[in-house]
């Protein structure tokens, strides 16, 4: 058995990012349902991955229904969730949080016992994540408790949110940007993609090794970058941001590269089938 499959033939669950690898845009890729067929088929567990804190878990759980994909609340990983994870782990007494976000992120956080303050009341943390709900005197706001000396944490790092409407989504990486920019004060932690926590969160809860998972996206530098952090297998598909040609030139490379996620079900079951 060659050295790749040795590893294919070890995992036992798969993170999926989502836009480029398992859909574009709004349209499902044909190849999708059939391959998480086959990795239930396999005794394989997945996880699909998403940076976007604007929507909920629950929000995900509606919109990838809508697209034909069953998935449960518990096969979703947002940086939000990640989020929350940090700040159980590292400031475990913060209870009281100012949310830069949506009311889905608002709800994400009272779900999991965190008081949300309003306007006049006073917070231990700042949450600043992706708001497409954003006012101006909330940003102002947050930045007036940062600037206090309040725990700052950004969800994530993406500058924009891609789209293929004509317009840029003004993403929670630049709302950051300009709170740093008014208060000279930058986060004391960006979760999300590519911070290896987003992964490590999966290995907790599923009780996995890391080189029982398998990270699979489009991205060199966000998926790739952390599957390599947190020890994972990187698969690079090539259906979303990177070429053949960036995965050539790319260094170090993903552990793998395929065309889609159709041929990585066909690798991953022969390995997982070979005696
Ligand atoms: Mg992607």
Same mark, same amino acid.
């Given at each position: 058995m060659?050295?790749?499959?040795? #590893?294919? &033939?070890?995992i036992r669950h ?20 059939p ?22 878990? #629950? ?6 229904n809508?697209?034909?994909v069953?998935?449960s609340e ?6 939000? $969730?990640? %989020? ?22 608002? =709800?994400?956080?009272? #779900?999991?016992?965190?008081?949300? *303050?309003?306007?006049?009341? =006073?917070? =231990? ?6 708001d ?11 930045? /007036? /408790?940062?600037?206090?000396g &309040?725990?700052?944490?950004?969800t994530?790092?993406?500058f924009?949110?891609?789209?293929d ?23 004391? %932690? *960006? $979760? ?7 992964l490590?969160?999966? $290995?907790?809860?599923?009780?996995l ?9 489009d991205r060199?530098?966000?998926d ?6 947190a ?12 070429t053949?040609e960036?995965?050539? &030139?790319?260094a ?15 690798? $991953?079951?022969?390995?997982?089938q070979? =005696?």
């Amino acid at each position: 058995m060659s050295q790749y499959e040795q #590893k294919l &033939k070890q995992i036992r669950h798969v993170t999926l990012d989502m836009d480029g690898t398992i859909y574009k845009g709004s349209t499902l890729f044909e190849f999708t349902q059939p391959f998480l067929q086959q990795l239930q088929n396999l005794g394989i567990g997945y996880t699909f991955l998403t940076n976007n804190s604007s929507k909920s878990v #629950k929000d995900y759980v509606i919109s990838l229904n809508d697209m034909g994909v069953h998935a449960s609340e518990d096969q979703i990983f947002t940086s939000t $969730l990640c %989020a929350i994870d940090y700040l159980r782990d590292e400031f475990p007494l913060i209870r009281h949080l100012y949310v830069l976000g949506t009311q889905s992120l608002r =709800e994400e956080f009272r #779900k999991y016992g965190f008081d949300v *303050v309003e306007e006049n009341q =006073e917070p =231990e943390a700042v949450i600043v994540g992706f708001d497409t709900s954003l006012v101006y005197e909330r940003l102002c706001r947050a930045s /007036w /408790w940062i600037s206090q000396g &309040k725990t700052f944490i950004a969800t994530h790092p993406d500058f924009t949110c891609p789209t293929d409407q004509p317009t840029v989504l003004v993403d929670c990486g630049s709302f950051c940007r300009c709170i740093e920019a008014a208060t000279g004060v930058t986060p004391h %932690a *960006v $979760l999300g993609k590519p911070d290896h926590r987003m992964l490590t969160g999966i $290995l907790k809860r599923h009780n996995l090794e890391p080189n029982e998972l398998a990270m699979c996206g489009d991205r060199i530098y966000t998926d790739m970058a952390m599957a390599r952090s947190a020890r994972c297998l990187g698969v690079l598909a090539l259906t979303g941001e990177a070429t053949e040609e960036d995965a050539v &030139k790319c260094a170090p490379h993903p552990d793998l590269v395929v065309p889609n996620l159709e041929i990585f079900g066909k690798l $991953l079951a022969a390995a997982q089938q070979n =005696e």
